[in-house]
């Protein structure tokens, strides 16, 4: 079993930075690919980063590629997602959550509860 608490959000002005923590309880954590996701205001939830169980592969949408990097502390049991240049367009709740490698929600079993980011204009 693996339980996933995010922390980090906030608001932030356009060109700003912020960095997401998904802080995970469970041995098992470190076998799981992690993955982050977004729902922005009154849209569908999107794929935005996963990382690799051994942290060796990274994966990013297109939309936010250059701008935000997913990394691993093993020793905290702790993923990040740096978010760097924001943009009004990345306001949205943001999940982490573990699982399957991939794109697609489905894939992941285990979520977190969420953290809101907020990007002024």
């Known amino acids: 079993q693996v339980q996933l608490v995010e922390s980090g959000g906030g608001l932030v002005q356009a060109g700003g930075s912020l960095r997401l923590s998904c802080a995970a309880s469970g041995r098992t954590f470190r076998s799981y690919h992690t993955g982050w996701f977004r729902q922005p205001p009154g849209k569908e939830r999107e794929f935005v980063a996963v990382?690799?169980?051994?942290?060796?592969?990274?994966d990013y949408a297109d939309s936010v590629k250059g701008r935000f990097t997913v990394s691993r502390d093993y020793a905290k049991n702790t993923v990040y997602l740096q978010m760097s240049s924001l943009r009004p367009e990345d306001t949205a709740v943001y999940y982490c959550a573990a699982g399957g490698w991939g794109t697609s929600q489905n894939l992941y079993g285990y979520w977190g509860q969420g953290t809101q980011v907020t990007v002024s204009s």
């Open positions: 990382i690799s169980a051994s942290g060796g592969s990274t």
